[in-house]
């Protein structure tokens, strides 16, 4: 059984975690992503990678899980980003 | 002194948190947010609040600090982009 904690953890990583698939689906959907700032999508991944390594050295699954997942939405946000910049 | 861990949780909640600010320096430049999703927004701002949740819960000051510092600079980015969005 998860405690408490946990369940918190876990919903809010899936909430922080979701929080991103909307801008990917826009930025794929309407093939422009003028107003996304490149600076920021970096400076996330870099954010997203330190809580991944923070949950592996506290044993803290939901930390784990949940920035893992994150991360991998984040790359594929700056991917489509690059992709549909205006030149 | 504060553990590895510990200077690790903030590293990354301070790259988080700070990944949000870019973005809200943008949208009140440009005075414009069209690309951003509102519902992202909103999905964020409660799992930010998770995230704190969360942390009392654990007694985990960094995820406490960086995520509070977070939610608030979403507040932020929630108001302006209401106020800059097309009608």
């Not at 408490?4 to 689906?25: E, K, N």
């Amino acid at each position: 059984m998860p405690d408490q904690s946990q369940v918190i953890g876990i919903a809010a990583g899936v909430c922080t975690g979701v929080s991103l698939l909307p801008q990917l689906i826009k930025i794929i959907k309407e093939k422009k992503a003028d107003d996304i700032s490149y600076f920021m999508l970096f400076i996330l991944l870099t954010g997203l990678a330190g809580w991944v390594w923070y949950g592996i050295l506290k044993e803290d699954y939901p930390i784990i899980i949940t920035n893992s997942f994150s991360f991998l939405v984040n790359i594929a946000i700056i991917f489509f980003t690059i992709r549909y910049h205006k030149k």
